[in-house]
Nanobody, 121 residues
Framework: QVQLAESGGGLVQPGGSLRLSCAAS????????MAWYRQAPGKQRELVAR???????NYADSVKGRFTISRDNAKNTVYLQMSSLKPEDTAVYYC???????????????WGQGTQVTVSS
């Protein structure tokens, strides 16, 4: 079975940095898309950043220039480097992966359990 394990969340001061990691494990052939979503209190879940197999990336306007998404295909891991953090970045961050499992040509979507990021002084 496939699982996504997130790590790196925590408490950071405004202007600080955090690096989130999400490692996919299991019978994985390839990962087409990896992404980070977040959900702040009282708000809907939103896409923060995504990276496709080619390496192309997309970012929410609110994080563009501050966050960087990257992936290590050999480790089936996606990272989210967050810099110049603001209090409004406070949210639960969720890892997402669209991947192909061993023995199938279909794409499946998986979600991590989420990791809390709190930006506060």
């Amino acid at each position: 079975q496939v699982q996504l394990a997130e790590s790196g969340g925590g408490l950071v001061q405004p202007g600080g940095s955090l690096r989130l990691s999400c490692a996919a494990s299991g019978s994985i052939v390839s990962i087409n898309v990896m992404a980070w979503y977040r959900q702040a209190p009282g708000k809907q879940r939103e896409l923060v950043a995504r990276i496709i197999s080619s390496g192309s990336t997309n970012y929410a306007d609110s994080v563009k220039g501050r966050f960087t998404i990257s992936r290590d295909n050999a480790k089936n891991t996606v990272y989210l480097q967050m810099s110049s953090l603001k209090p409004e970045d406070t949210a639960v961050y969720y890892c997402n992966a669209d991947l192909v499992r061993y023995g199938s040509s279909a794409t499946f979507r998986y979600w991590g359990q989420g990791t809390q990021v709190t930006v506060s002084s």
